[in-house]
């Protein structure tokens, strides 16, 4: 994996992390705060400033640290959760989201600092936190040994953890230097410098093991000169999870301290480290007496304890074992009930250690036989892996494909006469359910798209003066990711545009009766195959005699024109009409809804408006589940077989004499309960031989469109309805209009697919012509 | 071969520990959270763990914590990796039971040379 993809991961968790955090806070923001709710935020802000270290983004690491530490003070309860301090984190996390487009697409670089500093001063604001904490008990099960606090200086010069030396390595230098200056006094001696490590309780708890780093010390060229074995209890009293041994290296004046520090980088305040210790009495340097590591620490713990047996047997140092017989001991006279005075400082007797119990090793492997088989497959319930969406395309498409071969086999075996075996339909309900799994990937719930809308209506109420809570209901709802990529746009377009059209100023509500504070509805539902996704406000509605002017005046509608308040209000998605560019910048930026219809009509949907005036407006959404297969009415015409998508199909009748009007020579009506709509004969439109004519001995499908409203296509019969998958004929042949594609029926014919909005509205066009 | 095992909850977090770790030569398996972890350390050894503190489901104490009361793993190296850096949460850390102590961003040769350490 290249650093880039490794990025790339990065980017992707840092848009769900700012999703996340967006959800908390506005939930925050509506009073439910609980600790879920703001550890969640926390978690999302803190994994961003996590990876924006590891990747080197130093801006958006020192802003995520800034917006952590004020959000981490509210996580633990210190800063009281107020509308006031959740604005300014929802700010903060706007912010934070323009720092991570600055670090994936390059934008700009936000400037930071007001924030920051604001970020700063609400820590200042809070009750005196440092005096506080220590004393509230609650807030630590303070575990940590009072050892910590007997650390010697150079303890805390040698923290365990990587910052400080990552950060600068000269100032690391400096500091140790000065620390080593201290205890300066009988080093003279000896060349070289002295370090006594005694190893606290906590150093064999937690699976430490300090022989290995007494080991690796000695690689390093130090040389232990001194074992101290004073604290070591009488055998009675050994405890093998407790230390009881120090030690003292010396180690060549060459050496860099820093190279002897790191080996304690990562066990930190488990032991207690003394630089520049003096030299014990005794000790001469060419003497080469030096002790031998493993047997100090193997040694006085092989008490005849029973139970201490078993330990020893398994530590992973082969020697030792035969050697632990009390009488074996070098220098310990254990049982000092005195703590005699040594020239070792730090002489308190330290609840002391001894053997440092290395069980691990053997159990680690002895499991080692049955592990490496399994991977890490074994983690829980909502794991997840990201696939390469090419791939998942492909899938899909295939599957697909398996599904026409079902149906176009099933049609075979029909014909044979064979088709009422069982096989079959178990295949049959196989590859639905392929389907149906393959569509389920693709599938993500809608809030993704939601999740934005609150930033941008904070934008927008900044921008506009007025005042909107947003509502949302069905987050869940899961639509193909395609769809909700695509969503977006014309889902912002409508957002701004019911804040900016819609709803009215405070002042004009209050004076309208209504609450200042207008509510914007964002709601997603699946209803029979599709998903209804609603935008709805209660603002003023459309104002239909300005739009009405408006399309008079851009030659869009006859001024002499009968229109019904339908019509009106689905003027503003006709193309040329926008209103939004010319009124502001904010509906859209210049772009119309017709755009927007468009948009939605790329995705195969379609878009319809309810407005009533000074109750608001309501647009809906009407999607299919997916793009890849739809559903569609096999129907014939003539010799042609076409598919009309069923996403346009109201109803299909054949209709009583009465109910056709003919409108002159070559136009029919039909009456459908008591409303008009034109009947389009396809066959004029696809060519088509012997079809019918006569509604009356005909089947009319009744279709919905954006544009030119109802209208009753005529066909011979209606065949079948089944799902299918749409061919583009553009990549195959060219586009034509009045179609929208082809697809491959289950008796291996290909049958168009009708694009049924163009060709109702041409027709209607071309017969409002020869009209 | 070592074989280190780590969690954290961050896809990218995880990446470039596999990438560190198995470019150092240890085997790597990896869980993304506690609740993981706990579940795939019941029937894996892993010569060290290596785990982040703020996670989803079960975070880095808790899971230490579990971790130190199972007779399986009691003796197990432990080392955080973390980006918090305050001496509470590390006191917090090495009462729950951590070997050591790990600040992110990661330096690989130190986060090895850690890993060597800590390994019986």
Known sequence: MTNEEIQGIFFLECEEALTAAEAGLAACREGRHDDDTVNGVFRAVHSIKGGAGAFCFTALQAFTHGFETTLSDVRDGILPIEDSLVDLLLRALDMLNDHFLAVRDGAPLPDDAALLAELAAVLVQAPDVAEETPAAPAAEPVVAEPVVAETPAAGDDLDFDLDSMLAGMALDDVDLEAAAAAPEAAQETVP?????????????????????????????????????????????????????????????????RKKVEEVFDFVGDDFQLSWDVPVPAGFSAEAASTIDVAETIETPAPAPVAEAAPVVAIAPVAEPVAEVKPTAAAPAPAPAPEPVVTPVPAAQAEPVAAQPAPAPAAAAEAATGDKGAAPAAATGASQSIRIDLFKLD?????????????????????????????????????????????????????????????????????????????????????????????????????????????????????????????????????????????????????????????????????????????????????????TAATISNISGRGVGMDVVRQNVKDLGGRISIESHPGKGSCFTLALPLTLAISDGMIVSVGDQTLVVPLAHVVESLRPRPEE???????????????????????????????????????????????????????VDNIRDQRQFVIKSLDTHYRPVNGVAGATILGDGRVALILDVDSLVADAVATRRLAA | MIKVFTVDDSASMRALLL??????????????????????????????????????????????????????????????????????????????????????????????????????
């Open chain 2, 19 to 120: 990438h560190a770790l198995t470019g150092h030569g240890f085997a790597v398996d990896q869980a993304e959270h506690g609740l993981a972890a706990l579940e795939w350390l019941k029937d894996n050894e892993p010569d060290v763990i290596i785990t982040d503190i703020n996670m989803p489901k079960l975070d880095g104490f808790g899971l230490i914590e579990k971790l130190r009361a199972d007779e399986r793993h009691r003796d197990r190296p432990i080392l955080v990796l973390t980006t918090e850096s305050s001496d509470e949460k590390k006191a917090r850390a090495r009462a729950a039971g951590a070997t050591g102590w790990i600040v992110k961003p990661f330096d690989a040769e130190k986060l090895a040379s850690a890993v060597r350490r800590v390994s019986h």
């Open chain 1, 660 to 714: 056709v009007a003919s409108m002159g020579a070559s136009r029919q009506m039909l009456n459908v309960r008591g409303k008009f709509i034109p009947i389009l004969p396809l066959l004029e439109n696809v060519g088509a031989i012997g079809a019918q004519t006569d509604p009356t001995e005909a089947v009319l499908v009744i279709v919905d469109t954006e544009s030119a409203g109802q209208a009753a296509l005529l």
């Open chain 1, 192 to 256: 070289g410098w002295t370090l006594l490590i005694r190893p606290l309780d906590a150093a064999m708890a937690n699976g430490g093991e300090p022989i290995l780093l007494l080991r690796e010390l000695e690689r390093l060229g130090g040389q232990c000169i001194h074992c101290d074995v004073q604290a070591v209890p009488h055998v009675d009293e050994i405890d093998t999870t407790e230390s009881s041994l120090a030690w003292t290296f010396l180690f060549p004046e060459a050496l860099d």
């Open chain 1, 394 to 578: 492909r899938l899909i498409d295939t599957v697909g494909e398996l599904v026409i071969a079902q149906a176009m086999m099933a049609q075979r075996l029909a014909w044979a006469g064979t088709a009422a075996v069982e096989e079959l339909a178990t295949l049959e309900s196989l590859t639905r359910d392929i389907q149906e799994s393959a569509m389920a990937i693709r599938a993500q719930p809608i809030g993704s798209v939601f999740s934005r809308v609150p930033r941008m209506l904070r934008e927008l109420q900044t921008s506009t003066g007025k005042r909107v809570r947003l509502e949302m209901q069905g987050e869940a709802t899961e639509l193909d990711k395609t769809v909700i990529e695509r969503l977006g746009e014309p889902l912002t377009h409508l957002i701004r545009n019911a804040v900016d059209h819609g709803l009215e100023t405070p002042e004009e509500r209050i004076a309208a009766g209504k609450p200042g504070e207008g509510v914007l509805t964002l709601s997603a539902e699946q209803r029979s195959g599709r998903i209804l996704i609603k935008v709805s406000d209660d603002g003023k509605g459309i104002d239909r005699k300005r739009v009405l002017a408006k399309a008079v005046e851009r030659g869009l509608v006859s001024p002499e024109a009968q229109m019904s308040d339908e019509d009106i209000d689905n003027l503003i998605f006709a193309p040329g009409f926008s």
